[in-house]
């Protein structure tokens, strides 16, 4: 019995180690502070669309990107919801949906992944 709660206690301080050890810090800048804030949800394969392309180009060295995950923070979907309604070009009629980005110098929203990429490249001549 002994022995197996051993192996129990090992395997989930393996579990909570290697997880801390995956895990991908964003930076964090306040969002007068920021060249772009980028709302984005847990589990969105397109939000991590958004992500992945700021990571394999070094962005994040280029831009002050504030990433406000909005699936698990009711905080961050208040400032979405106040965010969104400074934006008159984004239809809410169907919702609101992430990813979705927001370039506060120039009071623009961005929504999809493609959209933010793309707005991504032409602001850090990063256009292939």
């Known amino acids: 019995m002994k022995n197996i709660l051993i192996v129990i206690a090992i395997v989930a301080l393996l579990a909570f180690v290697g997880k801390k050890l995956y895990q991908i810090s964003l ?4 969002d007068d502070q920021a060249d772009l804030i980028l709302y984005w949800g847990k589990g969105c394969p397109h939000c991590e669309n958004v992500k992945k392309y700021v990571r394999d180009n070094n962005l994040d060295s280029k831009l002050k990107i504030a990433y406000r995950e909005v699936y698990y923070d009711n905080g961050n979907q208040t400032k979405l919801e106040e965010t969104v309604n ?3 070009e984004v239809d809410v009629s169907q919702g609101i949906g992430v990813p979705l980005s927001f370039d506060p110098k120039e009071k623009k929203c961005i929504l999809g992944d493609e959209p933010v990429i793309n707005w991504l490249k032409n602001k850090t001549g990063n256009i292939n």
């Not at 930076?27 to 306040?30: E, K, L, R, T, V």
């Open 27 to 30: 930076p964090d800048y306040p």
């Open 86 to 88: 400074l934006c008159p």
